[in-house]
């Protein structure tokens, strides 16, 4: 327990009298820190994006305005029974009217009503279970016929289209963007990691004659380690902490108001606030502290 | 005022016990040598030999000095005596043991049984002259309370209880080599090495220091000084270890003077060495 005293006021000394290292160091990790708190969530987010894609893809099979109800019925079975097919959802005309009706604003809701008829068609919207089963569905709903030309299963469809092309290209952009942010994830954490690495060592450098001295008097190796340790870990905690402080700055003054209008921030809000400071503060201490013991190991040769 | 007289009673009296086990300690019999080397060869890396077959023997409670010129391989001896290097054949023995058979987990331990004092003094320089001294005590593990007691009391046993609170650079050359023996010093250990321990300061200055040395020689400590100043080792009438190109060229034990107190010790060194006495720097 006195040990324990020792080696805290120690380190405190160690910080107090070696002052600007110390913040060099405690701005290395807040930057760093600050970095990973930023592109965690970005890079999860993406991914989860990506996923919400993937998930949004499906068919729609547009009706001839004369299909009649009958024959409405039947093909509902009939999608109904192609493999890879979650659930069939018909919308109809007016149904149709509505949902353009809600996505519009002013003038333009305005100049739809003006319309004596309704031009929108009706249609089936077709949940795919995966987003690769698509083209096998569609064949399945129009197979391709001896002269070319796609001939549906029932003659009520009009046009059988699917997001596949789009689809294609999100997910394959949304995948471009995950694996660049990847790299830059993991090349930023490498270069912060020898950041932190080099500071602590220029600042146990800086102090490697008190170290000799400190052997020649006879401390054992981990009696002169275990300040510098605890002098990691105090330089860690503070950097992490001043880091979190601006994240969460960050999140109430400009995510937070931002999600509340537009629903892409809001996904950006994927990852927990607290499990990310929490996983921030214990890397960042776990990697000063270690920085410091390791670096030492140079200086405690015999 | 109480408190002061009860301390200093106290220090008078742990010195006496000191003196005392020293002089049982000679008396037993047969203890082997603090100090044996058998043939000790350090050859640097680039196949400089800084030491070429060394064999000495150094007794308990001894006051001897190794003398050479630069580069002779004195520095390289104290060196292999703490173990910092090791030699690249032959034997270093610190009370009879192969220093270079122990594990590098044991050298810290040998080392707290050696005192040693540099020309450069090797204080830390972010710590007061108190926190100095008591940094070797908390090296061993003492007792807070035994901190409290033995610092101060080697601090005014080297004459700096004025300067406690200082740090180094606010002290001078001799000032700052008083702090390193009360650092070397302050565990007691067995046996003090001194490596140009006078080589920074003016002949004055240098005298208090040797007067220091010696005194903490009586106390029954083995004392082994390397000097270049052969002047200074002509006049002290102690045993004189001579190197030259990393042999052992002479090995003289002059005898005389042994049971000469520190003061009278002080005033022939400033006689034959022609300085007048400056009481300031001298403690007591």
């Known amino acids: 327990m006195t040990r324990l005293l020792f080696f805290v006021s120690e380190a405190f000394r160690a910080l107090r009298r070696s002052a600007a290292p110390s913040v060099a160091a405690i701005v290395t990790i807040v930057v760093t820190t600050l970095l990973l708190g930023v592109l965690i969530p970005v890079l999860k987010a993406s991914e989860d994006k990506t996923s919400d894609v993937r998930e949004q893809i499906g068919l729609n099979v547009y009706l001839h305005d004369d299909a009649t109800k009958a024959e409405i019925d039947a093909l509902e079975r009939k999608l109904l029974a192609i493999e890879h097919v979650d659930g069939v959802e018909f919308i109809s005309k007016n149904e149709a009217a509505k949902i353009l009706a809600g996505r519009l604003e002013g003038d333009l809701r305005n100049s739809l009503k003006e319309l004596k008829s309704n031009p929108l068609p009706a249609s089936f919207a077709i949940d795919i279970d995966d987003p690769d089963n698509l083209r096998a569905v569609s064949n399945a709903i129009a197979p391709v016929g001896a002269d070319g030309e796609p001939e549906p299963i029932s003659p009520a469809i009009e046009e059988v289209r699917d997001a596949r092309q789009d689809a294609s290209k999100i997910t394959r952009v949304t995948g471009a963007v995950t694996v660049v942010l990847g790299i830059l994830a993991v090349l930023l954490l490498v270069a912060s990691l020898l950041l932190v690495g080099n500071t602590i060592r220029l600042s146990i450098y800086a102090r490697r004659r008190e170290v000799e001295v400190m052997r020649l008097v006879g401390a054992t190796n981990w009696f002169i380690r275990w300040p510098f340790i605890i002098e990691g870990v105090i330089v860690g905690l503070t950097g992490a902490a001043i880091a979190v402080a601006i994240l969460w700055l960050g999140k109430v003054t400009v995510v937070d108001p931002l999600s509340e209008n537009f629903e892409l921030v809001d996904s950006f809000s994927t990852m927990g606030f607290a499990p990310l400071v929490i996983m921030l503060i214990a890397s960042a201490t776990i990697v000063s502290a270690l920085g410091s013991g390791i670096t030492l190991r140079r200086f405690l040769r015999v | ?284």
């Open chain 2, 1 to 284: 005022m109480a408190l002061t007289r009860s301390r200093k009673r106290t220090s008078a009296r742990t010195r006496g016990r000191a003196t005392q086990l020293a002089r049982e300690r000679r008396t037993r019999q047969p203890k082997p040598p603090i100090v044996a080397l058998r043939d000790a060869t350090v050859v640097y890396p680039g196949g400089h030999v800084a030491l070429e077959r060394v064999s000495l023997e150094i007794e308990r409670g001894e006051f001897a000095f190794v003398v050479g010129p630069t580069g002779c391989g004195k520095s390289t001896l104290i060196k292999m005596l703490i173990r910092e290097i090791q030699p690249a054949s032959g034997k270093v023995l610190i009370a009879g043991r192969d220093i270079n058979q122990l594990p590098a987990s044991k050298v810290p331990l040998l080392r707290r049984r050696i005192g040693t004092i540099f020309q450069d003094f090797k204080l830390l320089p972010n710590r007061t002259v108190y926190d100095n001294v008591a940094y070797a005590l908390q090296v061993i593990g003492a007792s807070r309370a035994e901190i409290r007691r033995k610092t101060p009391e080697i601090i005014r046993l080297v004459g700096l209880q004025s300067k406690i609170h200082n740090y180094p650079d606010q002290l001078s050359g001799g000032e700052q080599q008083r702090v390193s023996i009360a650092r070397a010093f302050v565990n007691h250990p067995p046996l003090l090495l001194a490596d140009e321990p006078t080589g920074n300061l003016d002949p004055e200055t240098s005298i208090g220091i040797m007067q220091l040395l010696y005194r903490i020689n009586r106390t029954g400590t083995t004392v082994l000084v390397v000097t270049h100043d052969r002047e200074m080792v002509d006049k002290m009438r102690r045993r004189v270890i001579a190197l030259e190109d990393g042999r052992l060229i002479r090995d003289e034990r002059v005898g005389g003077y042994h049971d000469e107190s520190t003061r009278e010790f002080a005033a022939r060194m400033r006689h034959e060495l022609g300085v007048t006495p400056d009481q300031a720097d001298q403690p007591e």
